[in-house]
């Protein structure tokens, strides 16, 4: 495969390459993309050095696979072009997300959905990755009624520019915010900008993203979405009412045979997922398993994933596996 990694230079960037290594993604010719202001630097993938292009050079370059974390502005404006080429597109921007001509895919959940007609298929949304990991084998049990979900979200999902304002903050020095108030020692409800009915677009993400990866609008969800000075991990507690009651531990043994998916709940160990067990791991940590004491066929949970891997390049990357495994893209997708 001739893969592009497009936003190569970015935090995201740079665990996708890390991700590729390990998994050992078949390359033939990998293409490092980003903006004009880094073209021309060197990046290292495999001991090997490679020099940064810009992104008319990759198109022009017409690789199989384009894997895109370089912001919604540069998605919408150049997956299309990759895809006018013959380029699949696996895009980890909120632009496509909720077309309705594009496919939203976990693989673990739905990757069966991808044909080889889709050349641009949109990455979701990181809390959402590990919002549905846990819920999808739990709702095909019991069927999900609706969901209240609060997410405390690591600084990395803002970027660079973040971990550098709580380091700076840490450290008793002045230095470019990210954010509109402090973030080390704090904590701000305050994640992606404001829409009109009050809530974030990320806690809109939350509430829509999951409908759509598990194609099925009979539950709802709400969210609050919280920023909190960690350096990476996505944490959240969720509270979901079923259609029918359960087992506490069904629960955990349908959450243990699941893929992806560790449990860690034992209360009398201090046994329970926290972002520094889940950093630099791809499994979605499931914990604080317990009935919701207030009202029937109610469950409460805490689900802990590394949110640039699993939450982002992770996943991205094992899209673009099922599309190499299944011969969905490359010379033998089009024949």
Known sequence: MKVAIVGATGMVGEVMLKVLAERNFPISELLLVASERSVGKTLSFKGQEHTVIGLQTAVEARPDIAIFSAGGDTS???????????????????????????????????????????????????????????????????????????????????????????????????????????????????????????????????????????????????????????????????????????????????????????????????SYPMPIYAHDKDEVFVGRIRRDETQPNTLNMWIVADNLRKGAATNAVQIAEYLVENELVGAKALS
């Open 76 to 270: 919408l404006t150049w997956a299309p072009k990759f895809a006018e080429v013959g380029t699949t597109v696996v895009d980890n921007s909120s632009a496509w997300r909720m077309d309705p001509d594009k496919k939203l895919v976990v693989p673990e959940i739905n990757a069966a959905v991808l044909t080889a007609t889709d050349k641009i298929i949109a990455n979701p949304n990181c809390s959402t990755i590990q919002l549905v990991m846990a819920l999808n084998p739990l709702h095909k049990k019991y069927g999900m009624k609706r969901v209240v979900v609060s997410t405390y979200q690591s600084v990395s999902g803002t970027g660079v520019k973040a971990v550098e304002q709580m380091e700076n903050e840490a450290q008793g020095i002045k230095g470019e915010m990210a954010y509109p108030y402090p973030i080390n020692k704090n904590a701000l409800p305050h994640c992606d900008v404001f829409m009109e009915n009050g809530y974030t677009k990320e806690e809109m993400k939350l509430a829509r993203e999951p409908q759509k990866i598990l194609d099925d609008r009979t539950f709802s969800i709400s969210a609050t979405a919280v920023r909190i000075p960690t350096a990476g991990g996505h944490s959240e507690s969720v509270n979901v009412e079923f259609h029918n009651d359960f087992d506490l531990n069904e629960i955990r043994e349908i959450l243990n045979n699941t893929p992806g998916v560790v449990v860690q709940d034992n209360p009398e160990t201090n």
